[in-house]
């Protein structure tokens, strides 16, 4: 079982920054593919980020490309989603997802994440 806790969540003005992190409970984090998925409310989850298990291959929702970038240290088992250029649309709950098609699928509990204008 892996535990996931996401923090660095918060309130900020539009076109600030904010910086998340995901930490894992595992030795094996760097096994796992990573997303960060949010949900806005009255909406669907969106997938924001991925970036592979090796860190190589990273891929953007379009709506925050340029602005967002998701990187890991597989030393310290977390991962990071840098926000800069926040919009009120961002606003949302920020979830760290970890996948390995052996070892399973983990999610963390979420942190929010508000943007005012």
């Known amino acids: 079982q892996v535990q996931l806790v996401e923090s660095g969540g918060g309130l900020v003005q539009a076109g600030g920054s904010l910086r998340l992190s995901c930490a894992a409970s595992?030795?094996?984090?760097?096994?796992?593919?990573i997303r960060w998925v949010r949900q806005a409310p009255g909406k669907e989850r969106e997938l924001v980020a991925t970036?592979?298990?090796?860190?190589?291959?990273?891929d953007y929702a379009d709506s925050v490309k340029g602005r967002f970038t998701i990187a890991r240290d597989n030393a310290k088992n977390t991962v990071y989603l840098q926000m800069n250029s926040l919009k009120p649309e961002d606003t949302g709950v920020y979830y760290c997802n970890a996948d390995n098609r052996v070892f399973g699928n983990y999610w963390g509990q979420g942190t929010q994440v508000t943007v005012s204008s």
């Open positions: 970036l592979s298990r090796g860190g190589i291959s990273a």
């Open positions: 595992t030795r094996t984090f760097a096994n796992y593919d």
